[in-house]
C-alpha cells in the first residue's frame, strides 16, 4: 500500500495519492523526516541547503484541490527538490545563493522559469540543494563543495565524492530525499553527478528549457535538466519543464511541439537503430582516467545494447576527437560570458545586502571572508579572477564560440552520426563523455540506473578527490550516457528507458547503511 520512499517512482506515488492511501502532506512530512535523519545528522551528506517553510502548506491546499477537482496532471502533489542556483521568489522564504555567502538572503525578482512550470503542474517545491559553488565555475575547489553549504559527499561510500555541479540533486535523489530534482549543466554538471549518484540524468539540448532565473555561467552552454530514479520519471519531468520562454531568447529556435517525452518509453527503442562508440580518446585510460571496472562494464552494456536488437559500430569515431582535450576555446567563451552575464543577473536582483554587484565585488567579498568563503583547502577563486580580466565579446570570443561549434557539433557529434548512418552515440558518463555536447549545445541522457553501467570493485584502491572528498571507493556507482544531435532527447529517452528495462543496474546495490533513510510514509500517518 505504501511505496518505499527509497526508489518510488513519481507513478507509483500518484497512484497511493489518487487511491487515498496517504496525502501530499503525508508526503511533504516523510521527506522532512528523511532529509532530517542523513543531511546534517548521521553521514552528514550535505545534500541540502534549506528545505521550504511552507510546503506543507503548499502541500495542503493541493491535497484540497485534488479532492475538488482532482489532480492536474503527473506532477500534482508531488515533492520537488531545486539546485540552488534556480530562483525561488523571496515570499516563500528561501534564499537563492548558488552556494556562495555573497547571495545569502538577496532577493530576486521573481520564480525561475522552470520553477513557474514547476508550481503550475502541481509539484511541490520541497528545498533547496547543494551544488559546487557557482556551478563549479569558482576555481580548483573539490566538487559538491560550497560555502554555504559545506562538503556533500556520495552516499554509496562514506565521504565518496558525489561529483558535481548538481551534487545535492544527485544525491538527495539517489536516497529519495524527494521525488525527483532539479539540476543545471553547462559541461558535465548533471550527466556526472548522475552517473556518480546511481540516478538518471537528462542534460537537454540548449534552449530545450529555460534558463531564466538560473545564476548563470553562459547562454550558449547552459542547460536545465531532471533528475530522477528511472527514465520514465525524468521523461515525465522533463515533459513538463520543456517549452518557450520569452524571457529566455535560446529557447525561442527551439521546435515549436515540445514532444510528450512519456510516449517514447519503449522497451524495444533499440531495435533495428545504429548506436556508435565513440572509442578514440573518449576511451583511452590516460585521457579520462577512465578506470578497469567502467571500461569492462562498459563493453557488457554494448553486448546488452546488442540483445535489444541495435546495431553497434564500433569504432565510430569524432573526427575533432584529438582536438577537444587540449582546445582553450571552451574555456575563453565560458570565462568572457560568466563575467558579463553574472553581472546581468545581480543587476536583476532587487536586493544583494552583502553589496556585491560585479565579478572584482565577488572576488573581494571572497578575500574579506575567508572563514566563510576560503576555508583551508578551497582557497582557489582562479576561474573568477581569470572572469574578471576578460574584454567582453571581441574576436577572440567569437573565433573561440565558432571553434567550439565546429569541435563539437560540425566536426564532432554530427560528423560522426552522419558519417555512420547513427541513431546516438554511447559511452561511460565520466572523462571527457559531457564536453562535445556542451560545447555543441546538444543532448545527453546518462545515469546508473536508467541506463546504469555499474559499481566500483569492493577491493579497488580507494584516491584522493578533495580535501574531504575520496574516489575512487567501493561501491560507489558510474554511469552510460547516450548521446545524440540537437533536440533527439525524445529518441534518446527511448534508448535509455530499453537499456534500464532490461538491465535494471539500480536496483543491484543501495547506498551504504547509514545513508539510507528509514522514515516511510507509514511512519508519518496521523501525524501532526
Request: aromatic letters at 6%; proline letters at 6%; glycine letters at 8%.
Amino acid at each position: 500500500m505504501y511505496p518505499d520512499l527509497y526508489e518510488a517512482s513519481i507513478a507509483e506515488l500518484q497512484a497511493g495519492l489518487e487511491a487515498g492511501h496517504f496525502s501530499s502532506t503525508d508526503l511533504v512530512k516523510a521527506y522532512f523526516a528523511r532529509i532530517e535523519q542523513v543531511n546534517l545528522q548521521g553521514p552528514s551528506l550535505r545534500a541540502i541547503l534549506e528545505t521550504n517553510p511552507i510546503a506543507l502548506s503548499r502541500a495542503a491546499k493541493l491535497d484540497a484541490e485534488r479532492q475538488e477537482k482532482g489532480p492536474r496532471g503527473a506532477l500534482h502533489g508531488i515533492p520537488v527538490l531545486l539546485k540552488d542556483n534556480i530562483a525561488t521568489a523571496a515570499s516563500e522564504g528561501m534564499d537563492t545563493t548558488a552556494g556562495t555567502f555573497a547571495l545569502q538572503h538577496s532577493i530576486v525578482p521573481d520564480d525561475a522559469e522552470i520553477v513557474k512550470r514547476l508550481r503550475a503542474a502541481g509539484a511541490i517545491i520541497l528545498g533547496k540543494t547543494n551544488l559546487s559553488e557557482l556551478a563549479h565555475y569558482r576555481g580548483k575547489c573539490a566538487s559538491g563543495w560550497s560555502g554555504v553549504g559545506g562538503q556533500t559527499t556520495n552516499a554509496y561510500y562514506p565521504g565518496a565524492d558525489p561529483s558535481g555541479s548538481s551534487s545535492g540533486s544527485a544525491v538527495a535523489v539517489s536516497i529519495g530525499l524527494a521525488a525527483f530534482a532539479i539540476g543545471t549543466e553547462t559541461d558535465g554538471s548533471i550527466i556526472s553527478p548522475a552517473g556518480r549518484n546511481n540516478v538518471v540524468g537528462i542534460k537537454p539540448t540548449v534552449g530545450l528549457t529555460s534558463r531564466a532565473g538560473v545564476v548563470p555561467i553562459s547562454s550558449y552552454q547552459d542547460t536545465v535538466g531532471p533528475m530522477a530514479r528511472c527514465v520514465a520519471d525524468a521523461a515525465v519531468v522533463l515533459s513538463v519543464i520543456a517549452g518557450k520562454d520569452p524571457n529566455d531568447s535560446g529557447t525561442l529556435s527551439r521546435p515549436e511541439v515540445v514532444p510528450d517525452f512519456t510516449t517514447a518509453l519503449n522497451p524495444r527503442a533499440l531495435e533495428g537503430k545504429r548506436i556508435g562508440v565513440p572509442r578514440r580518446v573518449f576511451l583511452d585510460d590516460d585521457q579520462n582516467h577512465s578506470r578497469s571496472d567502467v571500461l569492462a562494464s562498459f563493453e557488457t552494456a554494448l553486448n546488452i545494447i546488442r540483445d535489444l536488437g541495435a546495431t553497434v559500430v564500433d569504432p565510430a569515431d569524432l573526427p575533432s576527437a584529438e582536438e577537444i582535450k587540449p582546445s582553450n576555446n571552451e574555456t575563453i567563451v565560458l570565462d568572457v560570458d560568466f563575467k558579463i552575464e553574472l553581472e546581468n543577473y545581480l543587476s536583476s536582483l532587487v536586493s544583494i545586502p552583502s553589496g556585491v554587484r560585479n565579478m572584482a565585488d565577488l572576488i573581494k567579498f571572497n578575500d574579506n571572508n575567508p572563514d566563510l568563503e576560503k576555508p583551508e583547502g578551497f582557497e582557489d577563486q582562479s576561474i573568477l579572477i581569470r572572469s574578471e580580466a576578460t574584454q567582453g565579446h571581441d574576436s577572440v570570443f567569437s573565433t573561440a564560440l565558432a571553434a567550439n561549434r565546429d569541435l563539437g557539433a560540425t566536426r564532432g557529434i554530427d560528423a560522426a552520426l552522419q558519417e555512420h548512418n547513427l541513431d546516438a552515440l554511447v559511452l561511460p558518463s565520466d572523462g571527457l563523455t559531457s564536453t562535445p555536447p556542451a560545447i555543441a549545445g546538444y543532448p545527453v541522457i546518462s545515469d546508473c540506473t536508467l541506463v546504469p553501467l555499474g559499481f566500483f570493485r569492493e577491493d579497488v584502491a580507494i584516491g584522493t578527490a578533495g580535501p574531504r572528498t575520496v574516489y575512487p571507493a567501493p561501491g560507489v556507482p558510474f554511469g552510460l550516457s547516450f548521446l545524440g544531435t540537437a533536440f533527439s532527447e525524445f529518441d534518446l529517452v527511448g534508448f535509455a528507458y530499453a537499456y534500464e528495462s532490461k538491465t535494471k543496474t539500480r536496483q543491484l546495490r543501495r547506498a551504504f547503511p547509514a545513508a539510507v533513510p528509514t522514515t516511510q510514509l507509514e511512519n508519518v500517518l496521523g501525524s501532526t
